[in-house]
């Protein structure tokens, strides 16, 4: 998740509502107050009213969530080697921005290595979900499922016929999760393989490129990964969401 400016932060709801709160109001009177007790005198009084308003309003800037901790030794093949994989791409790209001379060139690589780090994260969190998804499935007995399904079929009495009903859709989720597991897993190769060709072009651009503009295609291909891993993601989580009914 990319992480958001003081700016982004300061400008939202939470903020808002302590600008002009009765508690802030009530703290910066509590300040002067201090301020004329303690013989401050007018200066003084201001100085602490104003400390404790703006005390209470730091307060309510919403504070970033730390980033995962990714460890890819957590996980199981094939899961570990592509977050291996990914965690390496992105070294390599920090390596070809620290070699880029510093000025807009470089000012632009740094940002285009905040996407990298956020596609990074979200191949991580990728790889968590469709290792979920493998114990999820082995969970479902296929052989036992199978065998009861086609000691029920074609009987007519209700029950049988609802027990088939049953057998079927649980072979059916089976099916549908190892699709969506092969396809995590593809996309995630293809992930990778994009990573490996952004960070071959930033290690030409590094020493090549003499303008902002010559970096445009790279920001925007790396732009377009991290929003395609974002919804795999998003599609994942949907896949694992519980469903009713």
């Known amino acids: 998740m990319a992480r958001r400016s003081f700016r982004d932060r300061f400008f939202t709801p939470p903020v808002a509502r302590a600008l002009t709160s009765p508690l802030g109001i009530v703290l910066a009177g509590l300040g002067a107050a201090v301020g004329i007790l303690t013989g401050g005198g007018a200066i003084a009084a201001v100085g602490l009213g104003a400390a404790a308003w703006a005390g209470r309003v ?3 800037v919403p504070r970033d969530p730390r980033p995962d901790r990714i460890d890819p030794f957590t996980l199981g093949e094939p899961w570990r080697r592509a ?6 791409a992105q070294a390599r790209f920090q390596e070809a921005v620290s070699e ?3 000025g807009p060139l470089r000012d ?3 940002e285009i290595s905040d996407k990298i780090d956020t596609g990074v994260a979200e191949a991580w969190r990728v790889a968590c979900q469709g290792q979920s998804l493998v114990a999820a499935r082995k969970r479902i007995d296929l052989v036992e499922a199978q065998q009861e399904l086609a000691a029920v079929e074609g009987r007519d009495d209700d029950a049988s016929q609802r027990t088939a009903e049953s057998l079927r859709a649980q072979l059916a989720s089976a099916d ?3 699709a969506t597991i092969e396809d995590a897993r593809a996309r995630l190769r293809l992930t990778n393989a994009r990573l490996d060709e952004a960070v071959a072009r930033a290690a030409e651009l590094s020493v090549a490129a003499h303008d902002v503009s010559q970096l445009q295609g790279l920001g925007d ?8 891993l974002e919804a795999l993601r998003l599609g994942l989580e949907e896949v694992q969401r519980p469903s009713t009914g």
């Open 108 to 110: 632009r690589m740094l």
């Open 58 to 60: 730091a307060a309510a």
């Open 83 to 88: 977050v291996q994989d990914a965690l390496q």
């Open 100 to 102: 880029t001379r510093r």
């Open 176 to 178: 549908r999760m190892a």
């Open 221 to 228: 291909d790396v732009d377009a990964l991290v929003t395609d």
